[in-house]
């Protein structure tokens, strides 16, 4: 074997002696000019396509992190019904996904398309987990890529945790299929590069028969085509009136530039495409999105962070977020965002109140945009959410349980006094103070339990509980609530009136509801009265609809010659524990009675009046709908309203 190698080299040798000086240069010449032409066409063309890689990736990045931020509510709350639908729909409307797995903390597959661990199950048996990179760091929130080739070409592995409220739920793992212009293109580079490369030999070699100096020019413009087209202009062509091989080459430099134009401008429509696609997915988050670049300057900006920070009337793309945020937001977020620009902070979470355009809470969460190799940061990503109805809910919820507590503990601290003096100090004691600490104790009681009863009532009435509505003959739980008071009226000297015009017709409401509206009035109209005043109940018809006699709402009004309310109090007494006698310091309840009143008027569709003047005396009034005026089959409409509204409440 080493003797022949050495025969052909000896033999290659003596057939380069034998051409001449001027033959050598020419084919040394054609040689460095064939591999350097085809060099660049190769590198030209392989930059295109590591280009449409690199926005592959990033496309693969983005489209991850957006699916994560829709589905990872969906996880956290187990609604995986609806991340099968959204996966579906969302996988059946792209070509660009070829599969899309969850995982959960452990790695375990739950769910994949276009194969699910349900189909793996009753084929296989087997659970499947997912094979997650080596620098796979899920608290770190970062998105993982990682290449694998396939007979259809390379498939990009995009990783992205799932992460709500800063709890880890598991992983999206999406595969983002090649390119398919970038895999045509690959063999389009090695057709054409040894196209390019045989085209000069062959060129050459004829030129040189015919004439050496005759393929100097076309050469040179070659050169210069070549140049351009590897500093990127695709418009470069090459005119030579030249046939035969040479006019061949320079028509197939010239259909390469031609198909690189094409191919540059469909990547950069296809480009465009997908940046609008992205626009319209980040426009319908409920969330307000903005996205700075390094100098903080604003580049996107959706709807809702518009709406909510009071930009929706200004221009604001390239100005400095740090001009046009409000004032408490700018004065929180100007030291985090300085350094998340400079790469010193991955971002941060941030509880803010604003008072315009609206007094409201918004969450604010920073994260900082990194390059490809995740070490230089390309942007910020701003994330702003309204709470403000969370933070309303969590402050009524607070003062709700602290109202409670307190009014449990008087009682409950009375009744535990009591006893123990009778357990300790019984026998000492005479029998008419004995009977005095358990009438106290039983006083204390019962005041514990209206107090629970309110509370349930109250509790019942704003859970959505249906109630059956119909018709219903006023007089009667206006009775029963006197008859109720009449001795209590007597033992402190106050006149009951009750003052119900003649042929009152029927109304639309709830028997038990509206007895319990009448007794808490009532009950709090005999707290406030003094001995030798008036309560009065009075209902009447009010006036029907323009041209027609027949009245359509009956007004009920419970009046009194008590102490009245105080301006200031008024606008206060219908809301929870909030107690008149907290000023008078006389007498005691609950707090919850108008409260109870209020939510019962709102399921009849009507509104608790009140009119009071401190001295003189309080009206409480309220207006019904006669049942005689609506249709039968309106009325069975507007019964099941009543209950959908019940449920919603």
Known sequence: MADLLRKIGTDIGRWWAEFNIQTRLMAAATLVVSLVMSALTFWAVNSIQQDARLQDTRFGQDLGLLIAANVAPLVSEKKYDEVTEFTRKFYNRTTSIRYMLYADQEGSIYYGIPFS???????????????????????????????????????????????????????????????????????LTRDVTIAVFIAIWVMVILGAVFNALTITRPIKE??????????????????????????????????????????????????????????????????????????????????????????????????????????????????????????DADGGEFRVGIKEPLP????????????????????????????????????????????VSHELRTPLFNIKSFIET??????????????????????????????????????????????????????????????????????KGIELIQDIEPDLPAIWGHYDLLLQVLIN???????????????????????????????????????????????????????????VENRVHTLEGTGLGLSIVRNIMDKHHSRIHLVSEVGVGTTFWFDLAVYQTIHPSVNLELEKSIKTETKTI
């Open 360 to 403: 409201r809470t918004v969450r604010i969460v920073l994260a900082t945009v990194l390059d490809q190799f995740r070490e230089k940061p390309k942007g910020i990503a701003i994330t702003v959410q309204d709470i403000t109805r969370e933070v309303e809910l969590n402050e009524a919820k607070s003062q709700f349980i602290s109202n």
């Open 422 to 491: 009778l357990h300790e100090y019984g026998d000492s004691l005479s029998e008419a103070d004995r009977l005095e600490f358990l009438e106290t104790a039983n006083h204390e009681t019962d005041r514990l339990t209206r107090l629970v009863n309110d509370v349930l009532d109250l509790s019942r009435l704003e859970s959505g509980k249906p109630y059956r509505f119909e018709m219903v003959d006023l007089a009667q739980p206006i009775e029963q609530t006197l008859r109720t008071y009449q001795l209590n009226a007597k033992d």
């Open 222 to 343: 070659l050169v210069v085509g070549v140049t351009n087209i590897a500093s990127g202009n695709f418009k470069q062509r090459v005119d030579l009136p030249f046939g035969g091989e040479l006019g061949e080459l320079i028509s197939s430099f010239n259909v390469m530039a031609e198909r690189l134009e094409r191919y540059e401008e469909q990547n950069i429509e296809e480009l465009t495409a997908e940046k609008a696609k992205l626009e319209t997915l980040v426009s319908t988050i409920v969330d307000g999105a903005i996205l700075l670049d390094t100098d903080m300057k604003v580049i996107l900006a959706n709807p809702t962070s518009r709406r909510l920070l009071g930009w929706e009337d200004r221009d604001i793309l390239g100005h400095s977020v740090l001009q046009i945020l409000p004032e408490p937001i700018r004065a929180e977020l100007t030291r985090p965002l300085q350094d998340a620009a400079r790469g």
């Open 521 to 579: 009035l009532v009950g709090n109209a005999l707290k406030f009265t003094l001995s030798g005043g008036k309560i009065a109940i009075r209902a009447y018809c009010l006036s029907g609809l323009e041209g027609t006699s027949k009245p359509t709402t009956v007004r009920v009004e419970v009046s009194d010659t008590g102490i009245g309310i105080s301006q200031e109090d008024q606008a206060a007494v219908f809301e929870r524990f909030y107690r």
């Open 117 to 187: 661990e349900l189909q793996s199950k009753s084929s296989l048996t087997l659970k499947r987990r997912i094979r997650l990179p080596e620098n796979y760091s899920p608290q770190s929130g970062a998105v993982m890529v990682r290449q694998h080739q396939t007979p259809d070409g390379e498939v990009a592995d995009i990783f992205v945790p799932l992460i709500q409220d800063e709890r880890y739920l598991g992983v999206l793992a999406l595969g983002i299929n090649p390119n398919p212009t970038v895999v045509t293109s690959s063999s």
